[in-house]
């Protein structure tokens, strides 16, 4: 079964300094990758994903996760955080089990944004 | 525009009553899903539905039962809740079953059990 680790539960920035939130993943094949937001008190809506067509993924608000394979790595980032980007922040795993695929999420990450 | 919708958004009941959670969606999308979200665990999957009578079970499927009469709806019924099933609780749908299939989340329901 694929997993996924989020390596900080907490992470705290400063407005207009970069966004570094780590996610590690263990699969035995070829993975497909999420990132997920969660606003206060909403629903999870997604950021981005990695489908294999690229290393390199692009999302909203600015996001942008690279796929490393070497490293077994999601980590997704923004040059410059904004005070709307405080939120709650789940990495996920599309697994295989059975013939269907579910999603297998991460512990997720609080990110705080320091005026 | 299309969207998922959950209601209540908040409840607060008893032990050993039943309680059941309403999803409803308007994406016309065959897949619909059940999570918790405990702090420390992420979101964890319960009941899950590829279609019209379909139900399958999740991680955490004890004590909970999901039916699926149509397209846009999949209640999720606690049959007699216990203060272990306090939770939020998130509604999910998927068009198609692909490993890169993006789900749609609803706003949750925050459930208290006392």
């Known amino acids: 079964a694929q997993s996924v680790t989020q390596l900080d539960s907490h992470v705290s920035v400063s407005e207009g300094t970069p966004v570094l939130l780590r996610c590690n993943y263990s699969s035995s094949y070829s993975p497909s990758l999420f990132w997920y937001v969660q606003h206060p008190n909403k629903g999870l809506q997604l950021l981005l994903k990695y489908t294999s067509a690229a290393t390199l993924v692009k999302g909203i608000n600015g996001f942008e996760a690279e796929f490393k394979k070497s490293e077994t790595s999601f980590h997704l980032t923004k040059p410059s955080a904004h005070m709307s980007d405080a939120a709650e922040y789940f990495c996920?795993?599309?697994?295989?089990?059975?013939?269907?695929?579910?999603?297998?999420f991460g512990t997720g990450t609080r990110l705080k944004v320091l005026a | 525009d299309a969207e998922i919708t959950q209601s209540p958004r908040h409840k607060i009941t008893e032990t050993g009553r039943q309680v059941t959670l309403a999803c409803h969606q308007t994406?016309?999308?065959?897949?619909m899903f059940w999570y918790r979200q405990d702090l420390g665990h992420g979101l964890r999957l319960i009941h899950y539905s590829y279609g019209v009578q379909d139900t399958n079970k999740g991680e955490v499927s004890d004590g909970y039962s999901v039916s699926r009469s149509n397209t846009e709806d999949l209640p999720l019924t606690l049959e007699s809740a216990a203060s272990s099933q306090t939770s939020v609780y998130f509604c999910a749908s998927s068009l198609d079953r692909g490993p890169t299939d993006t789900q749609y989340f609803g706003p949750g329901t925050r459930l208290t059990v006392l």
């Open positions: 994406w016309n999308h065959n897949n």
């Open positions: 996920v795993v599309s697994d295989r089990t059975s013939g269907t695929y579910k999603y297998i």
